[in-house]
């Protein structure tokens, strides 16, 4: 498809587990970007990467959470010693720059029992 | 500290009738200003922007927006609802040369025949 593939659909995890979240942006989009989506609430900026790097990590909310980019293009969000607070949706946007309109996925659901 | 607010949570209008959703920011500098629509079972979806000049934008689906300074608001309007425009609608700034984006908390729009 043209649009920001994010996998999987849903992820039920029990706490203390490690889980992994994949997001395939927009092909030819450099531009990459983890929001975060609580119940009732809008999206939460995560990080930020430019190519390969990340440009803006400011929003990781603390050290269990990490992401990459290896080759400029899918990215993996990383967490470690899931916590019932990480329960959100983990979104993906992608963008041929760095400012202006973003191309959001669907969304991966995470549910730590 | 940079925020959005949307003073609505839940609007119901019926089809035909006209809208508006409000949005307020508190920046230091006017940011960069957008509207996003999100669907069930879709990814969010840009609206309109606005980065600078003429106050009054247009956007896709009929939407438009109107910035005003004095006010610090950025409203969503469309002079006739459609069914298909229930949905969640988040207003989000953009502080000029960050990359992060600051959503409000939404407004769920629902449409009644």
């Known amino acids: 498809g043209a649009g920001v593939s994010q996998t999987p659909s849903n992820k039920v995890t029990e706490k203390g587990k490690y889980v992994e979240l994949r997001c395939d942006p927009i092909?030819?989009?450099?531009?990459l970007y983890w929001y975060r989506q609580s119940l009732g609430q809008g999206p939460e900026f995560l990080i930020y990467?430019?190519?390969?790097?990340?440009?803006?990590d400011s929003g990781l909310p603390n050290d269990r959470f990490f992401a990459v980019r290896p080759e400029g293009s899918v990215s993996t969000l990383k967490i470690q010693r899931t916590e019932r607070g990480d329960s959100a949706v983990y979104l993906c946007?992608?963008?041929?720059?760095?400012?202006?309109?973003?191309?959001f996925g669907e969304g991966s659901r995470l549910t730590v029992l | 500290a940079q925020s959005v607010t949307q003073p609505d949570i839940h609007i119901t209008v019926s089809e035909g009738a006209s809208l508006e959703l409000r949005c307020n920011y508190s920046?230091?500098?006017?940011?960069?200003l957008f509207w996003y629509v999100q669907s069930p079972g879709q990814g969010l979806q840009l609206l309109l922007k606005?980065?600078?000049?003429?106050?009054l934008v247009q956007g896709i689906k009929g939407f438009e927006a109107e910035f005003k300074r004095s006010q610090s608001s950025f409203n969503l309007r469309k002079p006739s609802v459609h069914w298909s425009d229930a949905a969640e609608y988040f207003c989000?700034?953009?502080?000029?040369?960050?990359?992060?984006?600051?959503f409000g908390k939404g407004t769920k729009l629902s449409v009644i025949p």
């Open positions: 946007a992608s963008s041929p720059q760095g400012t202006g309109e973003l191309f």
């Open positions: 092909s030819g989009h450099t531009a």
């Open positions: 990467f430019q190519g390969t790097g990340a440009a803006d």
């Open positions: 920046y230091g500098a006017t940011p960069y």
């Open positions: 606005y980065f600078s000049g003429d106050t």
């Open positions: 989000a700034a953009q502080r000029a040369g960050s990359y992060q984006l600051t």
